[in-house]
């Protein structure tokens, strides 16, 4: 494939053509010694045509950039010059006018001053001296016929005689005539013959070249580099070469069997890890060694070596991305951290490439001054070198301005080495986020294998969590190194991603373990306080169990969530560090690198790692970093300093995931506490007093004397129901040091933070000696949570929760309501409500229940039909039902 090397050659090919799809075509066609168009492309090839044409549309895009920058120019200049045009214009029309003028009174002075005869002479000579030149110009064209006439037979004879440099310039002499048949019939046939005697003298030089070059005779060499570029064949030069130093080179990659790349029929000894560093040792020996030659044959050394680099790599068979492609998927899963010890041996090699251009620049251009070195304190000046197509600035900047930054490089600037050696690994520090996911989710199933192997006591599960999270912790700690050495910053946010991710699998897993298995096993014993001063309860040894694992587990959850915090602020912390690097490398490129070489540089800079949504996180995290003070103002120096922003979280996803886990232990503990209370009403629902017809207002004594009764006692069953609700702030006594219960207070059932919020302030407001249940001041941690409101709020969910079960599943289940039965279910409503308001809970669907089961026939009949034209509620058409209202 041959494409331009520079924009300029770029545009200028292009406007060679008028239909684009043809131009591209005749662009990415295989030039002279490549197969036939017409035969389909192997997979090396279309590898090859693939880079090619990314090469190809990163130069038209850089190209579109610099002609719109120019058409900017010169809009900008034009729009500045348009409003003196017109004065311009003027004043030239009077000069112009007043020459004209002068010129007739001159050129009429002159014809005056001259006599007719002398005026005939003149013209006489001026005549002869015309047909004087037309002679002498066609007998140059005489001579020049007549010199092609004797071109072929010249030219072959200093051939056979082996004066190559004699011929050469014959043919150049030649050439420099060829402008005379220009659109004539006999353009076409000598243009013809020009080539063929160039391939002649060509074909007889190259075994001489391939034999110097072979020798190293850099005379010889530096003669053969005049011939050719003489008779315009420098490319060819090169080419031969080229392919004669780096053949050595190219076997060695090509004869070498590795056990992780593409199958070989040899027994292969080493890995390609192993075998990469041997090949760059090699590569740069040679270069080493060709640093001398190359300067003294070529007249652009620095630019001759950049070419040698580029083509012994994309020579080599099988390429690069086809080994990095084999290599990947032999190591599957943990394939990055495999690419990130290939990639730093490529760097190093480039590195010390670098130091070999540096010295051939300073080899072939002694006399140039050193560069100035800036300091921290110095202000950018305006020939810095800045990319015209940096997609990321941390610091915004008008469009005409960025437009207008023209990056100017020296001769190691322009050099493309660098950007052939780094392509290849371009497509996987792109797929940055999904390697580093696929590697942290195979350590995670690496890490969990042993606890699969054998059954893990229930007891054992809170611990086991703790465990899990320091080692699943210790392997996220090393994904930043990984994306600093692997993207150099450029994957943060696939790396946030795949951490994110990480940490939601890892609590997934034991949040579904929670949910789906049942915890007991004969190891665990009842608690001591079981048998001392919450005896009384209705809780097993199993419930007091139950319980206490919940517990565990929700404390491991909390212990959990503090590693994760802290892991969070590392997070932010490196990319704070990869927010400032990357300021540093954008106001100053030219001595602030973001990766190892500028072309590796401008490789990440120009992929789509480099998008907005990394723009958008590394400027969230530098704002919070240093966040920007409001303007100075008289009228806020005595007010107090607002509290610094709470920053965004970064692993939203693992955060969701441990409050998900925190809910499920909850609904876990709260299930067993409430588990005697739902006990006592299971028979609740088909109670025999709901069916009886006895007066509730009337009672008959012993001697028929119907003595009239102003209330009717609770059932047994609220009573029982009643008890247990009441014990529950015993129960929390026992556990108001646990810190356990404070843990994701939001995730309770039925607790919001509005509800949090008035129960702290209600806390806040009690005297310190009546809250009999607060903890000692000497146990209170700085911002922990007050242990009354964690006591509260597990109150209200419990109260909640228990009445939702009522309210949703008893109540709805009864049959049918008598007089009686409608009585004694009110008073036992009346009763839950006040027991459940000593508790903080205030249930809507309880008092509607209440209110609608203690109106009689008439008042029910009233209001249901009062809310006809309204939707009905529920629980009043599930009473009506009941009592027969309908």
Same mark, same amino acid.
């Given at each position: 494939?041959?494409?331009?090397?520079?924009?300029?050659?770029?545009?200028?090919?292009?406007?060679?053509?008028?239909?684009?799809?043809?131009?591209?075509?005749?662009?990415?066609?295989?030039?002279?010694?490549?197969?036939?168009?017409?035969?389909?492309?192997?997979?090396?090839?279309?590898?090859?045509?693939?880079?090619?044409?990314?090469?190809?549309?990163?130069?038209?895009?850089?190209?579109?950039?610099?002609?719109?920058?120019?058409?900017?120019?010169?809009?900008?200049?034009?729009?500045?010059?348009?409003?003196?045009?017109?004065?311009?214009?003027?004043?030239?029309?009077?000069?112009?006018?007043?020459?004209?003028?002068?010129?007739?009174?001159?050129?009429?002075?002159?014809?005056?001053?001259?006599?007719?005869?002398?005026?005939?002479?003149?013209?006489?000579?001026?005549?002869?001296?015309?047909?004087?030149?037309?002679?002498?110009?066609?007998?140059?064209?005489?001579?020049?016929?007549?010199?092609?006439?004797?071109?072929?037979?010249?030219?072959?004879?200093?051939?056979?005689?082996?004066?190559?440099?004699?011929?050469?310039?014959?043919?150049?002499?030649?050439?420099?005539?060829?402008?005379?048949?220009?659109?004539?019939?006999?353009?076409?046939?000598?243009?013809? &013959?020009?080539?063929?005697?160039?391939?002649?003298?060509?074909?007889?030089?190259?075994?001489?070249?391939?034999?110097?070059?072979?020798?190293?005779?850099?005379?010889?060499?530096?003669?053969?580099?005049?011939?050719?570029?003489?008779?315009?064949?420098?490319?060819?030069?090169?080419?031969?070469?080229?392919?004669?130093?780096?053949?050595?080179?190219?076997?060695?990659?090509?004869?070498?069997?590795?056990?992780?790349?593409?199958?070989?029929?040899?027994?292969?000894?080493?890995?390609?890890?192993?075998?990469?560093?041997?090949?760059?040792?090699?590569?740069?020996?040679?270069?080493?060694?060709?640093?001398?030659?190359?300067?003294?044959?070529?007249?652009?050394?620095?630019?001759?070596?950049?070419?040698?680099?580029?083509?012994?790599?994309?020579?080599?068979?099988?390429?690069?991305?086809?080994?990095?492609?084999?290599?990947?998927?032999?190591?599957?899963?943990?394939?990055?951290?495999?690419?990130?010890?290939?990639?730093?041996?490529?760097?190093?090699?480039?590195?010390?490439?670098?130091?070999?251009?540096?010295?051939?620049?300073?080899?072939?251009?002694?006399?140039?001054?050193?560069?100035?070195?800036?300091?921290?304190?110095?202000?950018?000046?305006?020939?810095?070198?800045?990319?015209?197509?940096?997609?990321?600035?941390?610091?915004?900047?008008?469009?005409?301005?960025?437009?207008?930054?023209?990056?100017?490089?020296?001769?190691?600037?322009?050099?493309?080495?660098?950007?052939?050696?780094?392509?290849?690994?371009?497509?996987?520090?792109?797929?940055?986020?999904?390697?580093?996911?696929?590697?942290?989710?195979?350590?995670?199933?690496?890490?969990?294998?042993?606890?699969?192997?054998?059954?893990?006591?229930?007891?054992?599960?809170?611990?086991?969590?703790?465990?899990?999270?320091?080692?699943?912790?210790?392997?996220?700690?090393?994904?930043?190194?990984? @994306?600093?050495?692997?993207?150099?910053?450029?994957?943060?946010?696939?790396?946030?991603?795949?951490?994110?991710?990480?940490?939601?699998?890892?609590?997934?897993?034991?949040?579904?373990?929670?949910?789906?298995?049942?915890?007991?096993?004969?190891?665990?014993?009842?608690?001591?306080?079981?048998?001392?001063?919450?005896?009384? &309860?209705?809780?097993?040894?199993?419930?007091?169990?139950?319980?206490?694992?919940?517990?565990?587990?929700?404390?491991?959850?909390?212990?959990?969530?503090?590693?994760?915090?802290?892991? *969070?602020?590392?997070?932010?912390?490196?990319?704070?560090?990869?927010?400032?690097?990357?300021?540093?490398?954008?106001?100053?490129?030219?001595?602030?690198?973001?990766?190892?070489?500028?072309?590796?540089?401008?490789?990440?800079?120009?992929?789509?790692?480099?998008?907005?949504?990394?723009?958008?996180?590394? &400027?969230?995290? *530098?704002?919070?970093?240093?966040?920007?003070?409001?303007?100075?103002?008289?009228?806020?120096?005595?007010?107090?300093?607002?509290?610094?922003?709470?920053?965004?979280?970064?692993?939203?996803?693992?955060?969701?995931?441990?409050?998900?886990?925190?809910?499920?232990?909850?609904?876990?503990?709260?299930?067993?506490?409430?588990?005697?209370?739902?006990?006592?009403?299971?028979?609740?629902?088909?109670?025999?007093?709901?069916?009886?017809?006895?007066?509730?207002?009337?009672?008959?004594?012993?001697?028929?004397?119907?003595?009239?009764?102003?209330?009717?006692?609770?059932?047994?069953?609220?009573?029982?129901?009643?008890?247990?609700?009441?014990?529950?702030?015993?129960?929390?006594?026992?556990?108001?040091?646990?810190?356990?219960?404070?843990?994701?207070?939001?995730?309770?059932?039925?607790?919001?933070?509005?509800?949090?919020?008035?129960?702290?302030?209600?806390?806040?407001?009690?005297?310190?000696?009546?809250?009999?249940?607060?903890?000692?001041?000497?146990?209170?941690?700085?911002?922990?949570?007050?242990?009354?409101?964690?006591?509260?709020?597990?109150?209200?969910?419990?109260?909640?929760?228990?009445?939702?079960?009522?309210?949703?599943?008893?109540?709805?289940?009864?049959?049918?309501?008598?007089?009686?039965?409608?009585?004694?279910?009110?008073?036992?409503?009346?009763?839950?409500?006040?027991?459940?308001?000593?508790?903080?809970?205030?249930?809507?669907?309880?008092?509607?229940?209440?209110?609608?089961?203690?109106?009689?026939?008439?008042?029910?009949?009233?209001?249901?039909?009062?809310?006809?034209?309204?939707?009905?509620?529920?629980?009043?058409?599930?009473?009506?039902? &009941? @009592?027969?209202?309908?």
């Amino acid at each position: 494939m041959s494409i331009p090397a520079s924009t300029n050659q770029l545009v200028e090919s292009l406007e060679q053509y008028e239909d684009v799809v043809l131009w591209i075509n005749d662009t990415l066609t295989p030039r002279d010694g490549d197969d036939d168009d017409s035969s389909p492309l192997p997979l090396t090839d279309l590898t090859e045509l693939d880079h090619q044409i990314t090469q190809l549309l990163t130069t038209l895009d850089i190209a579109s950039e610099d002609a719109s920058a120019q058409i900017e120019r010169l809009i900008d200049d034009v729009s500045r010059g348009i409003p003196r045009l017109a004065y311009d214009l003027h004043f030239m029309k009077d000069g112009a006018s007043t020459l004209q003028n002068a010129l007739v009174g001159v050129l009429q002075r002159s014809r005056d001053a001259i006599p007719k005869e002398t005026s005939e002479a003149l013209d006489n000579l001026h005549q002869l001296d015309t047909v004087k030149g037309r002679m002498e110009a066609a007998r140059e064209v005489l001579r020049e016929a007549e010199s092609w006439s004797t071109l072929e037979h010249e030219v072959t004879s200093l051939i056979a005689e082996k004066s190559y440099a004699k011929a050469a310039e014959r043919l150049s002499e030649a050439n420099k005539s060829m402008v005379v048949f220009q659109n004539t019939p006999e353009y076409d046939p000598r243009r013809n &013959l020009m080539v063929n005697l160039q391939n002649q003298l060509e074909a007889a030089l190259s075994t001489a070249l391939v034999s110097a070059i072979n020798a190293q005779d850099s005379n010889a060499c530096k003669e053969y580099f005049s011939i050719f570029a003489i008779i315009q064949r420098e490319s060819e030069f090169r080419n031969y070469y080229y392919a004669s130093r780096r053949s050595g080179i190219v076997s060695l990659w090509q004869n070498t069997p590795l056990v992780d790349c593409e199958a070989s029929n040899e027994v292969a000894t080493q890995g390609f890890a192993d075998f990469l560093p041997k090949f760059y040792t090699n590569f740069t020996s040679l270069l080493n060694t060709e640093r001398t030659s190359i300067c003294a044959i070529f007249p652009d050394p620095s630019f001759t070596l950049s070419q040698f680099i580029s083509s012994t790599m994309s020579s080599l068979q099988p390429t690069m991305p086809q080994r990095l492609t084999s290599y990947s998927s032999h190591h599957g899963e943990l394939s990055l951290t495999q690419l990130i010890s290939v990639l730093r041996a490529t760097e190093e090699f480039a590195t010390g490439v670098e130091k070999i251009m540096e010295k051939v620049q300073f080899a072939t251009s002694p006399m140039l001054p050193p560069k100035s070195i800036s300091t921290p304190f110095d202000k950018p000046q305006s020939h810095r070198r800045r990319s015209s197509r940096m997609s990321i600035s941390l610091r915004p900047q008008p469009a005409a301005v960025a437009s207008s930054m023209k990056p100017v490089t020296d001769s190691l600037d322009s050099m493309e080495w660098d950007q052939e050696v780094f392509q290849p690994f371009l497509d996987f520090q792109v797929d940055y986020g999904s390697l580093e996911r696929r590697f942290l989710e195979q350590s995670l199933l690496n890490i969990i294998t042993s606890d699969t192997r054998e059954k893990v006591q229930a007891a054992d599960r809170p611990r086991l969590f703790r465990e899990r999270a320091i080692d699943i912790f210790g392997v996220a700690e090393g994904s930043m190194g990984r @994306c600093k050495t692997f993207t150099h910053g450029y994957g943060a946010v696939g790396l946030v991603q795949a951490l994110d991710g990480f940490f939601q699998s890892f609590v997934d897993m034991w949040t579904a373990d929670i949910q789906t298995e049942p915890y007991s096993s004969s190891s665990l014993v009842k608690n001591s306080i079981s048998d001392g001063e919450l005896s009384d &309860l209705d809780y097993t040894a199993q419930d007091w169990s139950d319980i206490q694992l919940s517990l565990h587990l929700l404390a491991s959850g909390k212990s959990v969530f503090d590693r994760m915090m802290t892991f *969070e602020t590392k997070l932010r912390t490196y990319l704070s560090q990869v927010a400032s690097q990357f300021r540093l490398a954008f106001s100053d490129p030219s001595n602030f690198l973001i990766a190892a070489t500028k072309g590796e540089s401008q490789l990440l800079e120009q992929s789509t790692l480099n998008s907005a949504e990394l723009h958008s996180l590394l &400027l969230s995290i *530098e704002n919070e970093s240093n966040p920007r003070e409001p303007p100075f103002s008289a009228s806020l120096r005595h007010q107090p300093a607002a509290p610094p922003p709470v920053p965004e979280p970064l692993l939203l996803n693992a955060r969701k995931a441990l409050s998900t886990f925190a809910q499920a232990c909850q609904m876990s503990t709260t299930k067993t506490i409430l588990c005697p209370l739902r006990n006592h009403l299971a028979g609740y629902a088909s109670s025999p007093s709901w069916r009886s017809n006895a007066d509730p207002a009337l009672m008959t004594s012993s001697n028929d004397l119907r003595v009239p009764t102003f209330s009717l006692s609770p059932s047994d069953t609220v009573q029982r129901v009643a008890e247990g609700l009441l014990n529950l702030p015993r129960l929390f006594e026992v556990y108001a040091d646990d810190d356990a219960l404070a843990f994701s207070l939001q995730t309770l059932p039925f607790v919001e933070a509005e509800m949090l919020q008035n129960l702290s302030e209600q806390t806040q407001d009690l005297p310190n000696q009546q809250s009999h249940r607060r903890r000692p001041s000497s146990y209170m941690k700085p911002n922990a949570i007050d242990a009354e409101v964690v006591s509260s709020a597990w109150l209200v969910s419990l109260g909640h929760t228990f009445l939702e079960y009522l309210t949703a599943e008893i109540l709805p289940a009864i049959p049918s309501l008598s007089v009686a039965g409608a009585a004694q279910l009110s008073s036992d409503l009346e009763y839950l409500s006040n027991i459940v308001r000593a508790l903080n809970v205030e249930h809507s669907a309880l008092e509607r229940w209440k209110s609608y089961v203690g109106m009689d026939a008439a008042d029910g009949i009233k209001t249901l039909n009062e809310s006809i034209s309204d939707p009905v509620d529920p629980v009043l058409e599930r009473v009506a039902k &009941l @009592c027969g209202w309908r």
